[in-house]
């Protein structure tokens, strides 16, 4: 609509990311840590710098808390084929129709918070971003017009589209599922935290919008004009959106200024349903066509071959079936995310040092890089990523590095786009291995709505 845990985590450190080849299959993975000494960390100007300030813009922490929704509404069948330019018609037909429906209920939304906030400044706002929902149903229409279809009487709401209008016009009504309710609304302080709920409701569509608009624009070719979808993807990718967008979220911190903690939780609960919502949303599109992802799902070929045949890439070839990729790789992420919890646990010391202690973190990296070896080895062994080479992380020297051999490092999404491209021309497009293509991720988030897609 509109709008892995890691080593990464350490404080002083960030993982360098890495690849290996081991039986012609590559997999994914950070860079041991072993071959740090004490004496090298003493001489190093080590700075642990804080990760943001926490006292900031509420929507800005909320996106970026819930970014793995984002990842997975990116990669779902829908995007990845609208982004490639052979989504079906009918299917984009459909969502069309859908989306009316939801903005619809979203201008209703807006109608009623205007109606809640106490200042003059906000009600005008609250009127102005109304009024761009206006607008976009008329894009809508245009697009209508152009094929030929009447979204209003050609499809009704589905269960997806139903579940997010309603939850958007209760919370805009002041009935809030996820805290105690506001109850009966009579001061202005109370209508303005109804005003503050509705925006934390909405706001994660505006920006999830401007999001996916300037990551598919990032892969449209400039000099091409047959991109089926190219008006879609400018409208969400411009200054204008990504202006109605910010305006959204200035609001929402403007009105939760006021809010206590307890308050403020029930918005970030808000903002985390309506993530969901989105993700539900955009994978309730009809999808007919060949596709690439889910990994689980894809009608892509997946080839493996016995070790006993894997210096002959042509030899005894054997197709991994969905069934199989899912359960295999639903054992590897629920034995990582253990076994990873574990790990942080047992190197804890007991007692926080009361100085830096070199040798103690040294020790306590060299641990978290073995588990990390133990835990790429099994996907190796797995053989579900066979012939897919993805790197966690990117660097320049690593790319240099890759360069000198052949390699290139491709981002996975694109690489997908690519090869949803390729079914629109071809019978299969298979994974072939020793292509010298590495594919980056910059989450574990990543790696699994590739394999599985959403949770």
């Given at each position: 609509m509109r709008f892995l845990k890691s080593i990464s985590s350490s404080p002083l450190f960030k993982s360098i990311p890495s690849f290996s080849s081991s039986s012609n299959q590559l997999s994914f993975f950070r860079s041991s840590s072993s071959n740090l000494k004490s004496s090298s960390l003493s001489s190093m100007g080590v700075v642990a710098v804080s990760g943001g300030d926490e006292q900031g813009s509420i929507a800005r922490r909320f996106w970026i808390k819930f970014k793995k929704e984002t990842v997975f509404s990116l990669y779902t069948p829908f995007v990845v084929s609208l982004a490639s330019g052979n989504l079906e018609l009918d299917t984009f037909r459909h969502y069309i129709a859908q989306d009316v429906h939801f903005l619809k209920a979203?201008?209703?939304?807006?109608?009623?918070?205007?109606?809640?906030?106490?200042?003059?400044?906000?009600?005008?706002?609250?009127?102005?971003?109304?009024?761009?929902?206006?607008?976009?149903?008329?894009?809508?229409?245009?697009?209508?017009?152009?094929?030929?279809?009447?979204?209003?009487?050609?499809?009704?709401?589905?269960?997806?589209t139903v579940k997010y209008t309603e939850f958007l016009l209760a919370t805009a009504s002041g009935k809030v599922e996820e805290g105690k309710g506001v109850g009966k609304i009579a001061t202005p302080f109370e209508k303005t935290k109804v005003a503050a709920y509705a925006l934390g409701a909405m706001t994660p569509c505006m920006r999830l919008y401007a999001f996916l608009g300037k990551e598919l624009m990032g892969l449209l070719d400039p000099a091409e004009d047959s991109h089926l979808y190219k008006k879609w993807i400018v409208n969400y990718a411009s200054e204008s959106f990504e202006a109605s967008a910010l305006q959204t979220e200035d609001l929402l911190d403007k009105l939760s200024v006021s809010l206590t903690g307890e308050e403020l939780e029930v918005i970030e609960k808000l903002y985390h349903r309506a993530m969901k919502l989105e993700i539900n949303f955009f994978s309730a599109q009809p999808i007919t066509q060949r596709i690439v992802v889910p990994l689980s799902r894809a009608e892509?070929?997946?080839?493996?071959?016995?070790?006993?045949?894997?210096?002959?890439p042509e030899k005894s070839l054997v197709r991994m079936s969905s069934a199989d990729l899912r359960n295999t790789w639903g054992l590897l992420s629920t034995q990582y995310t253990e076994e990873y919890e574990q790990c942080i646990e047992s190197i804890l010391p007991s007692e926080k040092a009361g100085e830096f202690n070199s040798e103690g973190l040294c020790k306590a990296l060299e641990q978290l890089s073995d588990f990390e070896k133990r835990a790429n080895s099994r996907v190796?062994?797995?053989?579900?990523?066979?012939?897919?080479?993805?790197?966690?992380?990117?660097?320049?020297?690593?790319?240099?590095?890759?360069?000198?051999?052949?390699?290139?490092?491709?981002?996975?999404?694109?690489?997908?786009?690519?090869?949803?491209?390729?079914?629109?021309?071809?019978?299969?497009?298979?994974?072939?291995?020793?292509?010298?293509?590495?594919?980056?991720?910059?989450?574990?988030?990543e790696i699994h709505a590739f394999v599985l897609g959403p949770p």
């Open positions: 979203f201008a209703q939304a807006y109608e009623l918070a205007e109606d809640c906030a106490d200042d003059d400044d906000d009600k005008l706002s609250i009127r102005d971003m109304r009024k761009s929902v206006i607008d976009e149903l008329k894009m809508h229409a245009s697009f209508a017009q152009e094929w030929g279809f009447d979204p209003a009487k050609d499809t009704s709401a589905n269960s997806a892509i070929a997946i080839l493996t071959a016995p070790k006993t045949d894997q210096n002959d190796v062994e797995s053989g579900v990523l066979k012939d897919v080479g993805i790197v966690v992380g990117s660097s320049e020297s690593l790319r240099r590095l890759g360069s000198q051999f052949g390699v290139s490092l491709v981002p996975l999404f694109s690489g997908l786009v690519k090869k949803q491209k390729e079914f629109g021309g071809s019978e299969s497009s298979n994974w072939k291995g020793l292509s010298g293509t590495l594919y980056t991720v910059s989450s574990w988030a």
